[in-house]
Structure formats: C-alpha cells, structure tokens
C-alpha cells in the first residue's frame, strides 16, 4: 500500500527535499514498485512523480497516458510537446536542493542505478542535486511485512528439508546402481518444491567435483556429469511459497560420497564456514551496539577471514545479496568486490551470506539467509548452520 507519511517521514530522516520518480516503458521497475504500477501497465509516454518532504506530491504526464498515477495522491500536471515536458521537469525540481532518484555515482551499484544519464543530466541542468534513492528504495520495496516473513519461514522450512532428500536419494541411487546424474537430482528437488506447493524462477544448481568450483555453474552440461563414489557434490537451490507477494530461501550445502570426507575437502570447508560465521557476528554486533551498519562492511568482514588463509583469489563473487520476492532483491547486497555498497542493512530486510573458495578441482560455498527483524534481532534461516562436509554414505545409512 502507498504511504505517503511514511515516505515523507523518510525523506526528513535522510535529509532529502523530494524523491522524484520516473520511468519510461517499464526502464525503472524500482520506481515502478514503489509507485504501485502494475508489470502489464507499461505505458508508452514518460512520466514522472515528486514526492517533497513536506505538501502535496505533484505527477506530470503525457496527455494520451493522464490517467498514469490517478490512483495515487497528488496534483497533476500534463504535457505533450517536449517543451511542456522539460518545464514541467523544472517545475517539479523548483525550490528542492536535494533531489533522490534512481542514480548512483559513476553507476558504482547498477542495482539502483535505472535512471538514464540524459534525465539526470537534464534535471540536474536546473539546480538541484541529486543523490541516490537506494536506501529509500529499500524502505519501500526490500522490507518485509510480518506475512512475508512467515512465508519465508515456510519456504526456509522446506528448502532446508530438501537437502535430507537430496542425500538420501545420491545415498540410494550409489548403493543401487553405482552412479547419479547431477540432472536427476535437480529434478527430484524440483518435485519436492512441487509437491510443497513452492516455485523458483530456475533449476537449482547441483554439481560434482570441478563443476563445483563454478559458482553460476549450469547443472548437466559438465564434461562429466556422472556422480559415484569418492566425488564431492555442491548443491545450490532457492525457492518460495507459490503465493502473492511470497519471498525466497536461498541455501547452498555440500556433501561428500563417501564414509570420511577427505582432509583437502574439509579445510576448504571450515575457512569458508569461518568467513560465513564473520559476516554473521559482523551484522549481530553492529545492531547489539546501535551502530548503523553498510553492506560492505559485511564483505570485508567475511572476506578477511579467506585472505587471510590464502584463498583470497579463489573468493571470486560478493559476499551475499538480497532476497525478496526475486532471489536477487533490490535491497543492500553485502558486497565490497563487485561494488562498494553504501546502502545500509536495514531492519525488516533479507540477505545471502555466502562465501566461497573456487578451485579447478572443487569449489566450497556456504549459504545461508539473514533477516533483521523490526526490533533488530538478527535471524539466521534455514536450519542448522552446516558445520561439516555431509558424508553421504555415513549419515545417511
């Protein structure tokens, strides 16, 4: 539901003028979100909405697409020549010095960054500055209300459960025919998000050995797909309720098909859970102080723990992104590699950490989901945290 209150007291706690908000035939979905537009109501003509910290927001229209915001509060004015549009533009600039949009800096965080630089450019022409919407973006669209956080609660509960599946059926699959193809494991945790009324935008991500040490690997197109005996086996998968406004469990284990996990294996695994544990107490600490707390802050705090062991080089991705009603959210991702992550982690948000050492041979990547509630508890989801390699042919006997 819009709320116009609650996005104006946000702009006094940021110290913004007005947040004016844009698109163009669906470029800005950020703006999109907040403005309640539905995903067919994509519209042919520019339009813009300025939400000031204090008053009446104010829409400017195209005159064949008028109706564009009539469902939001507001005055209204419309264009239809080019001339029409760039006045209105500086009408709704004037008298704001301080301007959020759908920008970022030398595009340093794509995620935020949908505005393109000819409006920028074409706004800023008339005076104000303009400073990045991220955190407001995710005020509006990356925090959780108490229903969506119970329906992540159902899927951590199911996610977590696929993994008792996926074990039992390599464990079976070994001791009675031999060998396992990494697609039939897909497919039997598919069925299991099926018959859990869940669903995913893709496939999970199930792969042995060195298809391991591919963090985006795709399962089944390895040179040799084939899972036996003595293999080491990274299984990747996220899902969520099949529901309306329902948000997702991303979780990554590993397993080794054997009695005893092999020394290499498990020294790569206890430095990536270390790390995992660090970005954990990193954010735990920083709300038990009442210290506000950015997403890189997060990344270096995980990846610390790998450079310092020497495996810096093989930590090749962020430390974890958001997660809401896509996999990747639009909230702060917890990264100081890809990007330099300004935003803060905020309460009543969601985010992977899930460090990683890649090597040829394997790869060794440990998931989990975190969720400040609006109290700024720190909840880890999903289960146990993974404090060692599964031993598929032990534990599942």
């Given at each position: 539901?819009?709320?116009?209150?609650?996005?104006?007291?946000?702009?006094?706690?940021?110290?913004?003028?007005?947040?004016?908000?844009?698109?163009?035939?669906?470029?800005?979905?950020?703006?999109?979100?907040?403005?309640?537009?539905?995903?067919?109501?994509?519209?042919s003509r520019r339009c813009f909405y300025c939400i000031p910290r204090e008053g009446t927001?104010?829409?400017?229209?195209?005159?064949?697409?008028?109706?564009v915001f009539d469902h939001l509060p507001g005055d209204k004015t419309i264009y239809l020549k080019w001339q029409e549009l760039e006045a209105g533009?500086?009408?709704?600039?004037?008298?704001?010095?301080?301007?959020?949009?759908?920008?970022?800096?030398?595009?340093?965080?794509?995620?935020?960054?949908?505005?393109?630089?000819?409006?920028?450019?074409?706004?800023?022409?008339f005076g104000p500055e303009i400073v990045p919407s991220g955190d407001l973006i995710q005020s509006f669209e990356a925090t959780w209300d108490d229903e969506q956080w119970?329906?992540?609660?159902?899927?951590?509960?199911?996610?977590?459960?696929?993994?008792?599946?996926?074990?039992?059926?390599?464990a079976d699959e070994i001791r009675n025919n031999g060998s396992v193809e990494e697609m039939a494991i897909s497919d039997v945790i598919m069925d299991h998000f099926a018959k859990n009324k869940m669903t995913t935008y893709h496939p999970p991500i199930v792969g042995r050995g060195p298809h391991s040490g591919n963090p985006h690997y795709e399962t089944g197109t390895g040179e040799n797909t084939t899972i036996r005996e003595g293999d080491f086996v990274l299984v990747d998968l996220w899902a969520k309720m099949d529901r309306p406004r329902a948000v997702y469990s991303d979780?990554?284990?590993?397993?080794?098909?054997?009695?005893?996990?092999?020394?290499?294996?498990?020294?790569?695994?206890?430095?990536?859970?270390?790390?995992?544990?660090?970005?954990?107490a990193c954010v735990r600490n920083a709300y038990e102080a009442g210290r506000p707390i950015q997403g890189w802050e997060v990344d270096d705090a995980?990846?610390?723990?790998?450079?310092?062991?020497?495996?810096?080089?093989?930590?090749?991705?962020?430390?974890?992104?958001?997660?809401g009603q896509?996999?990747?959210?639009?909230?702060?991702?917890?990264?100081?590699?890809?990007?330099?992550?300004?935003?803060?982690?905020?309460?009543?948000?969601?985010?992977?950490?899930?460090?990683?050492?890649?090597?040829?041979?394997?790869?060794?990547?440990?998931?989990?989901?975190?969720?400040?509630?609006?109290?700024?508890?720190?909840?880890?989801?999903?289960?146990?945290?993974?404090?060692?390699i599964v031993r598929i042919l032990a534990d599942l006997a």
């Open positions: 539901m819009f709320d116009l209150g609650k996005i104006q007291a946000a702009l006094a706690e940021l110290n913004v003028d007005a947040w004016l908000l844009c698109d163009f035939r669906g470029s800005n979905v950020l703006a999109r979100r907040v403005l309640q537009l539905a995903d067919d109501q994509m519209g927001p104010h829409k400017l229209v195209h005159r064949i697409e008028s109706g533009i500086e009408a709704l600039t004037n008298g704001h010095s301080r301007i959020a949009m759908e920008y970022s800096p030398r595009n340093a965080n794509p995620y935020i960054s949908k505005v393109d630089a000819g409006t920028i450019e074409l706004v800023r022409s119970q329906m992540h609660l159902e899927a951590a509960t199911h996610t977590n459960a696929a993994f008792d599946v996926v074990w039992k059926f390599i979780l990554t284990r590993t397993g080794f098909v054997g009695t005893e996990v092999p020394s290499k294996y498990t020294e790569i695994f206890n430095i990536v859970a270390a790390s995992r544990d660090a970005a954990i995980c990846r610390k723990v790998i450079d310092e062991a020497g495996y810096g080089e093989f930590y090749v991705h962020r430390t974890g992104h958001s997660i896509e996999v990747h959210g639009n909230g702060a991702n917890m990264d100081n590699l890809e990007t330099r992550e300004d935003r803060l982690v905020m309460k009543q948000t969601c985010f992977s950490v899930e460090p990683g050492i890649y090597q040829p041979e394997f790869g060794v990547r440990s998931e989990v989901d975190v969720f400040v509630d609006s109290d700024g508890q720190v909840h880890v989801t999903g289960g146990a945290l993974q404090t060692e």
